[in-house]
């Protein structure tokens, strides 16, 4: 898909577009998807399902501005990881700041815990790992997930999205083996423009996925 034949119906048809342009990836030893929840877990189930790949999730959640929150300051992952933006002419006060990390941070863990049952993660050593969401404005969740997954060692890492800022794809060269960015329309201003139909995902949505994955893939295997 081009600029020009945008919107998106919705992110699960964006998935399906994205899974065509890793479809090199089908059937490599140790592939794994990853989704970033929760908009990018319809889409990674889209592309775990055309690859014949494990799909989980890999939490991260977005710093927002005090009192304009759809603006990211940064974002954190887990592992301790913290990617911070400039903020060229922001007053916040360093209390603000971390009122938000605190508040994310738990977050974050109810996230975790929830969308998984109590199941650890999928080890990431040594594997093709696929990190998938639903676009890329800022690109401040990616970095951070880059960084965490990074950590845990995998033998190559790509990035995939259906839609992004052609600036934020470029930036984030050096931090992934791959970059996969379906569409890369200009002027970008917010992902949600560029979906028909771009409801905030839920968390029964996310689980309902997550486990419709694990038996799709668990067929697949036999």
């Given amino acids: 898909m081009t600029a020009d034949q945008l919107p998106y119906h919705d992110r699960h048809q964006a998935g399906r577009v994205l899974a065509e342009k ?88 109810r996230r975790e815990q929830l969308y998984r049952s109590q199941r650890p993660g999928v080890p990431l050593r040594g594997r093709t790992v696929i990190v998938v969401d639903d676009g890329l404005a800022t690109g401040s969740t990616m970095r951070a997930a880059l960084l965490a997954i990074r950590q845990q060692h995998p033998a190559h890492l790509v990035v995939a999205v ?6 934020t794809c470029e930036a984030l060269q050096d931090q992934a083996d791959e970059i996969v960015c379906a569409a890369m329309p200009e002027p970008f201003r917010a992902v949600g423009l560029w979906y028909e139909d771009f409801p905030q995902a839920s968390d029964d949505e996310v689980r309902t996925l997550l486990e419709q994955a694990r038996r799709e893939h668990a067929h697949d295997a036999r």
């Fill in 22 to 109: 890793l479809e090199h990836y089908r059937g490599r030893p140790g592939l794994l998807v990853l989704a970033l929840p929760r908009g990018g877990v319809a889409v990674g189930f889209e592309v775990a399902c055309a690859l014949q790949a494990p799909l989980d999730v890999f939490v991260v959640r977005k710093l927002g501005y005090p009192g304009h929150e759809e603006y990211a300051m940064g974002a954190i992952a887990s592992g301790g990881v913290r990617v911070m933006n400039p903020l060229p002419g922001a007053n916040i006060s360093p209390q603000a700041i971390a009122a938000v990390i605190e508040r994310e941070q738990v977050e974050l863990v």
């Fill in 162 to 167: 259906p839609v992004g800022a052609r600036d």
